[in-house]
């Protein structure tokens, strides 16, 4: 069982948007501002798509987007595109000893 | 840009060592502030952080694994390596090396990944 809970399954039709959830607790998620978002694709290495909640690194598009409401943190992916059906993931900073946690995983599909 | 690879067999067996070692390419292991991490995966499963290593040799683990690992670098040659003892098949994943920088534990550059296989 993974320590931050993320649904299983979303899914969406090309140009819609689709939220991805990720809950935590207040010593990892809703404690820290240090909320990472990854894409992974099949046989893939994961991607980082969002860092620090809400910032995206040099090259992500802009149709994705991060957030965080107390413990939960959010991945907005908006206008979906075939490519962008993968697993993401959430990992956030803990104050626990495992210093990481990570979400369990969604899978996104286009359809 | 920097990238990691990933190198080491890909079949262990059975409460033997598995050993793999990561180099790090477009640039210095010790350059910059950051971590350098081992992560693994099992099939169709989700992601579990294993440990890091700073350039100094500083080093933190999994709790879950301390007891079995040993992450070490060598910055002459912009490697750092992972030692996982006493294997069993529930040590069976693909395991990445990743890059984070330090204090925020974002992991930006992740190798492509090596599958090891536990099996007699």
């Known amino acids: 069982q993974s320590a931050l809970t993320q649904p299983a399954s979303v899914s969406g039709s090309p140009g819609q948007s689709i939220t991805i959830s990720c809950t935590g607790t207040?010593?990892?998620?809703?404690?820290?501002?240090?909320v990472s978002w990854y894409q992974q694709h099949p046989g893939k290495a994961p991607k980082l798509m969002i860092y620090?909640?809400?910032n995206r690194p040099s090259g992500v598009s802009n149709r994705f987007s991060g957030s965080k409401s107390g413990n939960t943190a959010s991945l907005t992916i908006s206008g979906l595109q075939a490519e962008d059906e993968a697993d993401y993931y959430c990992?956030?900073?803990?104050?626990?000893?495992?210093?990481?946690?990570f979400g369990g995983g969604t899978k996104l599909t286009v359809l | 840009h920097v990238q990691l690879q990933e190198s080491g067999p890909g079949l262990v067996r059975p409460s033997q060592t598995l050993s793999l070692t990561c180099t790090v390419s477009?640039?210095?292991?010790?350059?910059?502030?950051?971590?350098w991490n081992w992560i693994r995966q099992p099939a169709g499963k989700g992601l579990e952080w294993i440990g890091r290593?700073?350039?100094?040799?500083?080093?933190n683990y999994n709790p879950s694994l301390k007891s079995r690992v040993t992450i070490s670098v060598d910055t002459s040659k912009d490697q750092f390596s992972l030692k996982l003892y006493s294997v069993t098949a529930a040590d069976t994943a693909v395991y990445y090396c990743?890059?984070?920088?330090?204090?925020?534990?974002?992991?930006?550059?992740w190798g492509q990944g090596t599958m090891v296989t536990v099996s007699s």
């Open positions: 990743a890059r984070a920088m330090a204090g925020i534990l974002t992991f930006d550059i």
């Open positions: 477009g640039g210095s292991i010790s350059s910059g502030s950051y971590y």
């Open positions: 290593i700073y350039p100094s040799g500083s080093t």
């Open positions: 207040s010593s990892d998620v809703g404690g820290y501002n240090y």
């Open positions: 620090e909640v809400s």
């Open positions: 990992i956030s900073y803990t104050s626990g000893s495992t210093l990481v946690v």
